[in-house]
């Protein structure tokens, strides 16, 4: 009920959530961010910022839709999450490690390399089981691709779509694991858009999906992401984020709660396109973090 009344208001009053800051500390920052952009000399920068202080947002191509990479995995855990709440499985339910899954175009079976992989972890325990939740760790903080297979083939594509949906995220799409290869060169991509990662945030930084104890946990797993280049380098040492990020060819994108030392959180999300230098685009999403950070705390 909770989540059908979430989206809901989302939808019928957009207004109520959210107001684009016109004139104050965000507003400010745009300038920064937009030259900042300009002279990257990426393709496309999407960027969405939220401040839980008093609402205010800073919305830059955020409805533009990109190639998700790594950030569908946020989705993942969030409908994960849900599942367990509703039918009571637990948390540890053991999941049955493999590393053979079909593919949704045409159900013909594929592998996925373990040398592609982030995380190496999750293949040792092939013929074994491992406790859901333990997946889902892999999944964000070592952005494993094979835990996430795994995931999405537990909890279901169709699930995570049906959750984003209700939530009123309408553009994101989750429709297959990774390395679907068949479904890529149908052009059967999961996708998002700056403004919906930025939603999705919200509602956990704010403890409204599910309840204040998921949320908690969620925000633990996301804070103890070991890919740190983007949001938390452009943030002074030791500053908390809560994030997930996403790279594939010519995409970098991080998308995080930040919590500064005497403010309260603000959401940032910053999806890049069209940067080959991956030093460049870490570069960039640092400089907009900082660009915001600084603002804010004015």
């Not at 956990?204 to 309840?211: L, N, P, T, V």
């Not at 919590?259 to 940067?275: A, E, Q």
């Amino acid at each position: 009920m909770r989540v059908l009344l979430i989206s809901l208001l989302l939808i019928l009053m957009p207004g109520y959530f959210f107001a684009q800051d016109q004139s104050g500390k965000l507003a400010a920052a745009r300038v920064g961010i937009e030259s900042l952009i300009a002279e990257s000399g990426a393709e496309v920068v999407g960027v969405a910022v939220y401040d839980t202080q008093n609402g205010k947002m800073l919305l830059i191509n955020e409805k533009v839709s990109l190639h998700a990479a790594s950030t569908m995995k946020l989705p993942v855990m969030m409908e994960f999450f849900r599942q367990a709440n509703e039918i009571k499985t637990g948390l540890e339910e053991p999941v049955e490690v493999k590393n053979s899954f079909k593919s949704i175009v045409d159900g013909s079976v594929y592998q996925l390399n373990q040398k592609d992989d982030s995380d190496d972890l999750v293949y040792r325990w092939i013929g074994k089981k491992m406790p859901a939740i333990k997946l889902v760790d892999r999944m964000i903080t070592w952005s494993s691709n094979l835990a996430t297979n795994l995931m999405i083939e537990k909890v279901g594509a169709p699930s995570v779509g049906k959750l984003m949906r209700n939530l009123g995220a309408q553009d994101i799409r989750v429709l297959r694991g990774v390395e679907d290869t068949r479904a890529f060169n149908a052009g059967l991509n999961n996708t998002t858009t700056a403004y919906d990662l930025m939603l999705l945030l919200k509602i956990i930084a704010e403890r409204k999906f599910i309840g204040r104890s998921a949320c908690d946990r969620m925000i633990g797993i996301l804070t103890a992401q070991h890919f740190n280049q983007g949001i938390p380098a452009g943030l002074p040492p030791g500053t908390r984020v809560a994030h997930k990020t996403g790279e594939i060819t010519r995409h970098n994108h991080d998308a995080g709660i930040v919590f500064p030392l005497k403010n309260r959180p603000y959401i940032i999300v910053v999806l890049t396109k069209g940067l080959d230098d991956r030093k460049r685009s870490d570069k960039l999403i640092a400089d907009i973090s900082r660009t915001v950070y600084l603002a804010l705390r004015q």
